[in-house]
């Protein structure tokens, strides 16, 4: 029984190891925030123009966020603290935007039925970051704090 547990954690440790490699080259040609110019105003008004009909005006997201609809892919989530967003490092909240959340997670080798469309045909990076940057600006400083963290950490930074 022992040996079963140890190779059941020797396995999602190499699995984790293994999707944080294919992470890791996936996203290292991506473009970053600080090569462009960020507009929070415009990041907002982006914001409510592409984002907002599913993750709400007020980035509350959307009832019942954590439970799949229907069709049975997750509900949009909230951007603002009570959600995940601010969980994640700036390339994956980028990837995410501009990808998709099937295609993002595929190349990290995972499938999943995300409904998050790709927003890479309708927004130019420097309208993402500014999206991104408008979310974050709405968040508490501890939230924005951990969230810097965990992107500087992912920079290898």
Known sequence: MRHRLAYGGLAALVLAAGSAIVWANSHADLPIAADF?????????????????????????????????????????????????????????????????????????????????????????????SIIAYIKSTWPERARMVQAERTAADDGS
């Open 37 to 129: 110019p960020i507009d929070i105003a415009k990041g907002e008004s982006l914001y409510l123009e592409s984002c907002a009909s599913c993750h709400g005006a007020n980035l509350e997201g959307q009832e019942d966020w954590q439970s799949p609809g229907d069709d049975g892919k997750l509900k949009a989530p909230p951007h603002d603290e009570t959600g995940h967003t601010w969980h994640h490092p700036d390339s994956l909240l980028f990837t995410y935007t501009k990808l998709g959340g099937k295609e993002t997670l595929a190349a990290q080798g995972m499938e999943f039925n995300s409904g998050m469309p790709g927003f890479g045909n309708q927004l130019s990076n420097p309208e993402i970051w």
